[in-house]
């Protein structure tokens, strides 16, 4: 024995993960990265592993992510969604997914729009847990690939950057788990949006607090910026796009009135003129592709380490 | 245009000449020198008897009818009044048709008064058409010279809106200015609550709605880290509010307007619809609490609550007119005749030209050599009688109509501009 394994058998978070877990998770991404990148991209590791996606929420990037990290693994899998679920039919989430352990799965990779839902999951059903966003909470394989970008793209040297996250804190899981998974590994974290989209007590997380972006932007390393996304927030907490795009989005002239170059990032989908512009989204500076492409190896990586738990 | 003005008491509490009776120079704009005798030939020069100058009056929260009410006031008629009352600064309030909540708006309003000797000084609205709900855009009517915001006339009654506005404007360190007035408990109200709106037989306002959403005003504020302009505040409640806010040193500075400090409910026994204002002229305690929250320096400013009415909206039964009275032209002679005896003349006017500044945040205009001129000349002993012909409104409910007033006005200076009125 004595390889190296994960101090979880869920990773419903990074808040639950060690420094250890996430260099862990890096370096089996590093080997899963060269094997995606080879003609025959298909390794056995997961085989005979059923893998389920529960997706009670809308997604994309993500599912489509997940899906390729498990069959890369050679897992077999199956695919589930709010609309075509028996959720609306009044019946519990353990009891759903509980029916699908039945038919003998091994691992549950769930989006769920509460906070909280894949740890009741791990408490209550005999499957290994990946979260895959949990509402406005955590959202821990998308922090592990921005953080494995950061971590590639500086050569493992991490400690002491400085990150900006910007954009619309308050309704944002990857800022919590970017955050956690930042400071986890020596980082610097400063969020950036108007005050109304940062909430009350986020300073007591231990990281900076800004309104102006132009300062945000001089003080950073990397910026990590999110999408904005006014047309679903109930309350209106910004006057306008237009406004929003004007004052704190990312644009070309920004970049240039800096003193240094910076990273910059989006966990995506793009709203190109508003948050960011094109000119930004597609320049030099941007790692925003590689990012994606980093997704699948991370999340190869997480589902891998969590079957080598299994007994 | 330059101009010498001949031994005049300069009253500015931030100059080093205050209180000293002096000659000031004035060339292009600026204030060229100040001193016990200035000599210069063929300049005009302005002397009269017992002449004094502070910096120029500001108004916050004038009412503003164009666009969409032109027929009561435009922005020339409005420029008149303030000169004719000896106002160089009016903050208007955003309740135009359509609201002042857009960049282009503000971007009109400054350019329609480029040429004024008045600044026009938008307030922009805190949503859209003032309707209480969405945030308006803020940052870009900031950047086109909005100094506040505001719902103007209405009072933002919805708690969320109003948090999220004190948050959103600090980041432009600009405030909010809400007149504290809970609509759900104010209501029918047209009148003061008390013995004389019994006597009156008219619905009364209770203090209590002006108290409750003080309080949740000054509470946001701490909550948000926001500035609070607590505007026209009536109450003696609202005194002590805002006394205990200052000195938790909460960023709350407040308003009062003129009518509250120069008379009581009893008035309005005479059912003149030109004292049917809002807020309600109160009771006699109310006023000496207002009075005493001025002299203290709790309360911070003086306002005109200017409001121009169509005739036929005021030449109706008391219970029928509609609320607002004009005050700008009349305003300093009546404060100065009803309060000579306890408000000394140096805060009186500190409370219409500095105070309201500091409300703003804006810089003193301090008579100072070197300094751009922006100032008020006056005479607050002079007497003269405020007839129909002193209005400069395009309407009339101007209370006070062929009183004798003690206090006039002579002119201003600002914006390069001398104005004898």
Redesign the interface.
Known sequence: MGKPQLSVNHVTGIKELSREDIFLIFETANEFKQVINRPIKKVPSLRDITIANLFFEDSTRTKLSFELAEKRLSADVINFSASSSSVKKGETLIDTVNNILYMKVDMIVMRHPSPGAPHLLAKHVNANIVNAGDGTHEHPTQALLDTFSIYQHFNGEIKGKKVVIVGDIMHSRVALSNIYAMQKLGMEVMVCG???LIP?YFHELGVLVE??VQKALEWCDVANILRIQLERQQ??????L??YA??FGVNRQRLDNLSKNILIMHPGPINRGIEITSDVADSEHSIILEQVENGVAVRMAVLYLLASTRK | MNCLIKKARVIDKNSSWNGKIVDILIKKGKIEEISDEIIVENIKTIGFEGLCISPGWLDIGTTLTEPGHEDLDDLHSLQQSALKGGFTGLAVFPNTKPSIDNKAMIDALIKRSSDFAVDIMPVGAVTYSCGG????????MHSSGAVAFSEGKESLQHG?VML?AL??A??LNLSVINRPDERTISEIGMVDEGIDAVNIGLPGMPVLAETLMLQRDIQLAE??GGSLIAHMVSTADSVKLIKQAKRDELKVKATVSWHNLVETSKILKGFDPNHKVMPPIRNKAQRNALIKGLTEGIIDGIVSNHTPIDLEEKRKAFSDAAFGALGLEQMFGVLRSKLQDVVGLEILVDKLSNGPREVLGLEPATIETGNDCNMTIFQPDQKWIFTKEDVQSKSANAPYLDMELTGKVIGIYNRRQLIIS
């Open positions: 108007p005050s109304t009350k309104n102006n309350i209106r907490y910004f006057p306008s237009r406004e004007m004052y | 709900k969405d945030l308006a855009e803020m940052f870009d969320g999220r948050k959103y600090s980041m909550y948000t």
